[in-house]
């Protein structure tokens, strides 16, 4: 545990910082750190066990069968179109009221001081939450349900490996845990790629109208970024894929941005925080830009010098990094 040093001016909230990547990755190797950093995110009231639940009630009651899914029709698919489209707005329309609405904890471990932007010049559709509500839904769930239903269709084709309980046990328990470290490091990589000036100006542009950021701000972006987002779950045409897998993934990816964009460190009940939520390592990035591209499960910011560890000295080394970007 390191000691926590004075808070970045401008934020309302900062976490212990410097910020620390996966234990994993850190040397000296630390089996205790490693087994509870594993521990914190997974189990007790943890987000990611949360959407495994969630995966598997709505495997049980609101997936179509293997049979059905073999054959494309209107009936199945807009089914998980409605049932995506609704379990969104709950989430994210629920962490909206909870936080930005109601203001339930008030400012209490509130990252950004600022209220959402009512109205501002880069919001096409009426102001900052309409406008994230519009893309999250009319793009973002529409995307998220065409990848699931190709998913789930070239599953009961047998044209991807099947995952079963039956079949590999191990496996099948471990691709649970293995989702988020891939897309920790997929993100990384893809996010780099929006960064490019040119795909940036046309597509990147749309989620970064948000520099104080959200629960709708998560998934508000262009089609052409939903597209390169979600289909990190097209791993699983190689890693093989039980459909409860195919659910949890996109989930992961869909409901998990709602909640880091949150603009809360966590939700607090009764006094107490309750469930970790948003992530100030993503909060920076929206507000400088130029740093923390990936996330704190694999080390790429690290190891390609794009890391803000929350403190004033890798501030002003952003700083310098960014005169150098821009030719200063």
């Known amino acids: 545990m390191t000691d926590k040093k004075p808070s970045l001016p401008g934020w309302?909230?900062?976490p212990n910082v410097p910020l620390q990547v996966s234990p994993v990755f850190r040397k000296p190797f630390r089996a205790g750190a490693v087994a509870y950093w594993f521990w914190s995110r997974w189990f007790l009231i943890s987000e990611r066990l949360i959407l495994v639940g969630l995966a598997v009630l709505t495997w049980a009651f609101f997936h179509p069968?293997?049979?059905?899914?073999?054959?494309?029709?209107v009936g199945w698919i807009a089914a998980i179109y409605l049932r995506n489209l609704i379990l969104f707005t709950i989430v994210a329309g629920g962490l909206h009221l909870w936080f930005h609405g109601y203001r339930k904890q008030g400012e209490r471990l509130k990252f950004d001081p600022r209220p959402l932007a009512r109205k501002a010049k880069q919001f096409t559709m009426g102001g900052q939450i309409v406008d994230n509500m519009f893309w999250?839904?009319?793009?973002g769930v529409t995307v998220w349900t065409a990848y699931e239903v190709l998913m789930l269709w070239a599953l009961a084709n047998g044209w991807m490996p099947l995952v079963s309980w039956d079949s590999n046990p191990i496996w099948f328990v471990a691709l649970f845990f293995l989702i988020p470290i891939w897309e920790s490091f997929y993100f990384y990589w893809i996010h780099r790629f929006l960064h490019w000036p040119p795909l940036y100006k046309r597509v990147h542009s749309v989620h970064h109208r948000n520099v104080n950021v959200g629960p709708?701000?998560?998934l508000s972006m262009h089609p052409v970024e939903h597209v390169i987002f979600l289909g990190s779950v097209l791993v699983h045409?190689?890693?093989?894929?039980h459909p409860l897998h195919i659910i949890n993934h996109l989930q992961?990816?869909?409901?998990t941005a709602a909640s880091t964009h949150c603009g809360f460190e966590a939700l607090v009940v009764k006094d107490k925080s309750r469930l970790a939520l948003g992530t100030f390592h993503h909060q920076m990035h929206h507000r400088y830009f130029e740093c923390n591209?990936?996330?704190?499960?694999?080390?790429?910011?690290?190891?390609f010098g794009s890391f803000h560890d929350g403190t004033a000295e890798a501030?002003?080394?952003?700083k310098v990094r960014r005169k150098r970007i821009m030719g200063g």
């Open 252 to 255: 992961y990816l869909t409901l």
């Open 237 to 241: 045409f190689v890693a093989g894929a």
């Open 12 to 14: 309302n909230h900062t």
């Open 136 to 139: 999250s839904l009319a793009s």
């Open 315 to 318: 501030n002003e080394a952003m």
């Open 65 to 73: 069968s293997q049979e059905v899914a073999q054959t494309l029709s």
């Open 216 to 218: 709708w701000s998560g």
């Open 293 to 303: 591209y990936g996330s704190l499960e694999v080390p790429w910011d690290k190891v």
